[in-house]
């Protein structure tokens, strides 16, 4: 297969300009599958941005490719014309790590990081799902249409998938706004090129499980809203009379808010089934632990960070979002001036890229959180792939951590977090990096005992890069 040049139809081209009409040409954007095959083709995705992260008009010259030990490739770009397209075909002979660089003109960008491998591991799919759009009738002047938000994350910032989470609470949605979400996403999901992500986000009091998002398999006829005077636990209860339990979970967000926090006592938490998953970093900030250094502007005092939640024994998976008021998934946009953090992504990993594949890796907590980058994080710990369980019968030897971490910018440090304080740190200073350790303590000293989960102890790893970047792996947990 030749390489080739391809660009989005007249029609996204006109949504793209009509939306964000862009301005002068800033920063350069290259994204590449995280996972692809020696000599398999790939897509090399390329935009050229104007300081809002829009797509450039502006823009009336090339962008080169550089690629390792072969000759580099061209896309041109005309100005009135967004600048956004694709190279087809491009192959990488040799297995490894690797980054492409693109020039033009002044700009210059490396590529989020590819690891290629023949190896039989899933792929790594991008997402983000946390994007609000004008159907949610919150913050109108700064939300875009369901087009755009769906045009925008396939060919702007090139995700894999992406769910528009808009509201319901407060009057915000209807019959006729539903029908019209549901149709839209339908129309738009096109695997195993693009996915679009049923969802809605469903509000409940501080207290009662706070701003949770609703994922599910399907759309069902109608959505449940529980504001008034319902909880995390009731709304699950309620989607269970709509769809089948392993059709929907809830995924509670920003849960350190004042006036809306997610602290969950026992009597509302869902399960495990219902709520496997917590969105730990958006643009509104980080709700990893107290203390941590992206913290939301205005915070709950109660226990209702992730650490909190998992001290009790409650098994979550981490994803994180932009809850993008500007419709700009994965990217910057003109924001309300509160949602001002760092955008962030999901990595969703799985063999085929689906609707239902996507939807299942989250529910099993096959899948990590990202801010900013596209971070690939590839490992285990005592031989179990990130956001799975075994028992302590099972440890013949001591849990062993081994991830292979890769950047778009340098890695500043690498932290193993188990039961939510860090027990290692390396500082690579590198883009990409492998972090290998036994923890040889006495594990039955450390046991956190609960009754959702019995004695246990559990791990995750945090990466943070020179350029504020950040990711967390799903935890791995240990258990009687």
């Known amino acids: 297969m030749k390489p080739g040049t391809i660009y989005p139809s007249a029609l ?3 949504v793209l300009s009509q939306e964000t009409p862009g301005g002068v040409s800033v920063a350069l954007s290259i994204v590449i599958p995280s996972v692809i095959r020696p000599s398999k083709p790939f897509e090399v995705r390329i935009a050229v941005l104007d300081d809002n992260g829009y797509p450039s008009l502006e823009c009336n010259s090339g962008v080169e490719v550089a690629l390792p030990e072969q000759a580099a490739i061209h896309i041109t770009f005309r100005q009135g ?6 190279l087809k075909g491009i192959q990488l002979s040799n297995e ?10 002044r700009l210059q960008a490396h590529s989020n990081p590819t690891l290629c491998t023949s190896e039989n591991v899933p792929g790594i799919y991008w997402g983000d799902p946390h994007v609000h759009t004008i159907l949610s009738n919150c913050h109108a002047d700064k939300c875009r249409s369901l087009n755009f938000c769906f045009t925008a994350a396939r060919h702007l910032t090139a995700l894999d998938w992406v769910a ?3 509201h319901v609470s407060n009057g915000r949605c209807d019959f006729s706004k539903w029908k019209e979400q549901r149709t839209v996403a339908n129309l738009y999901d096109d695997p195993p090129g693009f996915v679009t992500l049923p969802a809605y986000e469903a509000s409940l009091k501080g207290g009662s499980g706070g701003d949770n998002n609703v994922y599910m398999s399907r759309f069902p006829d109608m959505f449940i809203d529980e504001y008034e005077d319902g909880t995390i636990k009731t709304l699950c209860s309620k989607l269970a009379g709509k769809l089948q339990p392993d059709e929907f979970f809830a995924v509670p967000h920003h849960t350190t808010r ?19 998953v917590i969105e730990i970093h958006s643009k509104w900030g980080t709700s990893e632990y107290r203390g941590n250094p992206n913290p939301l502007k205005k915070i709950h005092d109660g226990p209702s960070y992730a650490t909190n939640l998992l001290d009790r024994g409650m098994k979550l998976g981490f994803i994180a979002g932009t809850d993008s008021h500007a419709t700009m998934p994965s990217g910057d946009g003109d924001e309300p001036n509160h949602i001002d953090r760092l955008p962030g992504l999901t990595a969703v990993r799985c063999n085929e ?12 907590r096959q899948c ?14 005592a031989g179990h792939a990130f956001g799975e369980e075994l028992q302590f019968a099972d440890l013949t030897t001591p849990p062993r951590i081994d991830v292979l971490v890769a950047a778009k910018s340098d890695i500043a440090r690498i932290e193993l977090v188990r039961n939510g304080k860090t027990i290692r740190t390396v500082t690579p200073h590198s883009w990409n990096t492998r972090l290998t350790y036994e923890d040889k303590e006495d594990l039955s000293k450390l046991k956190i005992k609960s009754h959702h989960l019995n004695s246990f102890i559990y791990y995750y790893v945090r990466v ?8 967390w792996s799903s935890p791995v947990w240990i258990h009687d």
């Open 353 to 364: 890229l689906t609707r239902q594949s996507v939807f299942e890796a989250i529910r099993h």
């Open 258 to 276: 004042t006036g809306k926090h997610g602290e969950i006592s026992d009597e509302i938490y869902p399960g495990p089934d219902a709520m496997p």
């Open 96 to 105: 490894g790590v690797f980054r492409l660089s693109a020039s033009s003109d």
């Open 464 to 471: 943070t890069c020179e350029s504020g970047a950040q990711a």
């Open 81 to 86: 014309i967004p600048a956004v397209g694709c």
């Open 164 to 166: 528009a989470a808009d």
């Open 368 to 381: 990590y959180a990202a801010s900013l980058e596209r971070i690939v994080m590839h490992g285990s710990i």
């Open 12 to 14: 996204q081209q006109k």
